[in-house]
């Protein structure tokens, strides 16, 4: 009876309960990255300088003065002052 016991309590999942798992991971993982709004402000590893765009003119951006960077989210431009994370502007779908 002990032995039945302990050999009960340490089967391996069946099929079923595998694919419940997954299908529960799944639901609580974003299917989208987060969309950002003016007025938010960044973590500053999000708006680093190899996220900057460079060159706005070349993707028809208007320029950005002093301390504002336009910065590549996904498919997204944002516009950051790179001060304090502070997002100025966004266009969605920018690079779609």
């Not at 089967?11 to 309960?17: I, L, M, S, V």
């Not at 002052?81 to 966004?90: K, Q």
């Amino acid at each position: 009876m002990r032995d039945q016991l302990r050999r009960d309590a340490f089967q391996p999942p069946d099929a079923h309960q595998k694919h419940q798992r997954v299908n529960t991971l799944r639901q609580r993982l974003p299917a989208q990255p987060c969309r950002f709004s003016v007025g938010i402000f960044l973590n500053s590893l999000l708006f680093s300088d190899s996220y900057w765009i460079d060159d706005p003119w070349s993707y028809r951006l208007p320029p950005a003065y002093g301390t504002l960077r336009w910065v590549r989210y996904y498919d997204d431009a944002l516009l950051v002052d790179i001060r304090d994370g502070y997002v100025v502007d966004v266009i969605h779908d920018f690079f779609w």
